[in-house]
């Protein structure tokens, strides 16, 4: 376990058992993103246990989008907002070229702490994937008027069910932008880092009914944490008992096991939540890049896959396979996007017409 993080697990103890949730709340992202426990003072922003409400808009307001008529050879990356009744959220939109007149797919993708759209984007090389293969990349961006850190609030009671919070603005977002776009809403799948990660999986559980497929990169299950305490604990050695709605979709996971932000048995809980208690098929080799990793598959009695799990043998709390133009990759590591996309296209909502 990494020294900072030990001592970030401390002070956030004290600071709970003190009385002060936000000063321990701004521990928990600091641990998340690996930097310094901000003073009690100036952590007394963070809103530690309440209903979500209405955000402020941080920047320049950015124009609708408009549906394009050619989006360039090369796609294009365009700004927008969404609006809820529990608040707003900019987010990022990769529209690819050309028009087919195909409804493609869409990825939703949600960052890390500290990160934003552009550089999870360059990260995880989405767009370019997009670009090759044809789908829609939608990027939400967390407010820092929300979290001090932009990390989704996966650790509050209050954004972790259906019709509330932080879900219910993915969920308008997510259902604005396949209105307004060529967008087959069979095939729209939701995937996340860290703290994203976290929010992919309980937006999953508690919208079956938008997302196919669910990816998670270095997070934690649904239910992991419901207060600043249990977060703690979690990050440091997995949950015990973390809930799942019983419709968690097909899921993939990828976690380094040398993480030391986010104990890598979290990764095998979130995995269960979709696989229940089936046998998987167990796979080592190596990736191209040169980390060796170990796949488990598990399947319905029937055959059909509901959930991987790759295990990436000497990795960090990083996208693995990612590239070194975004924060938190391992570029050594098996291709996480190129896996997740495998995985996802296999996945589409029934046809209820």
């Known amino acids: 376990m990494n020294p900072s993080f030990h001592r970030f697990i401390s002070d956030a103890t004290r600071l709970t058992q003190s009385g002060n949730l936000r000063a321990a709340t701004a ?34 307001a950015a124009a609708e989008p408009v549906k394009p008529t050619n989006a360039g050879l090369s796609g294009q990356f365009i700004n927008g907002s969404h609006t809820e009744a529990g608040g707003m959220r900019d987010y990022k939109l990769y529209v690819p070229p050309g028009d087919s007149g195909q409804a493609l797919p869409l990825v939703v993708m949600l960052h890390g702490c500290t990160q934003n759209p552009d550089d999870f984007a360059a990260g995880t090389g989405m767009n370019e994937a997009a670009l090759r293969q044809g789908f829609f990349v939608l990027y939400p961006a967390q407010a820092q008027s929300a979290n001090p850190s932009r990390c989704w609030n996966w650790f509050k009671h209050t954004h972790q069910k259906r019709g509330r919070g932080e879900p219910a603005i993915l969920a308008g977002m997510t259902r604005e932008v396949i209105s307004r776009y060529n967008i087959d809403s069979r095939r729209v799948y939701v995937a996340g880092l860290s703290a994203g990660g976290a929010m992919a999986a309980i937006l ?39 809930a799942s709605s019983g419709q968690t979709p097909p899921t993939i996971v990828f976690h380094g096991d040398e993480d030391t932000t986010v104990h890598p048995a979290n990764g095998e809980q979130v995995a269960a939540a979709s696989a229940g208690a089936s046998a998987p098929e167990l796979l080592r080799a190596r990736s191209d890049n040169g980390r060796e990793y170990t796949r488990r ?27 070194a133009r975004g924060s938190y990759t391992d570029t050594t590591g098996p291709d996480a996007t190129e896996e997740m996309l495998r995985f996802f296209f296999l996945n589409k909502l029934p046809d209820t017409r």
């Open 27 to 60: 521990a928990i992202m600091a641990a998340l993103r690996g930097s310094a426990v901000p003073s009690a003072s100036a952590s007394a922003s963070s809103d530690a246990d309440v209903v979500a409400r209405d955000v402020k808009r941080e920047t320049t």
């Open 204 to 242: 999953g559980d508690a919208y079956p009914d938008i997302f196919a497929a669910v990816g998670v990169h270095s997070g934690l299950a649904t239910g992991a944490a419901t207060n600043v305490q249990e977060a703690l604990g979690a990050m440091k050695s997995g949950a015990s008992g973390a």
């Open 297 to 323: 598959v598990y399947r319905k009695a029937g055959g059909e896959v509901v959930a991987e799990h790759w295990a990436v043998h000497g990795a960090g709390h990083a996208w693995s396979g990612g590239s």
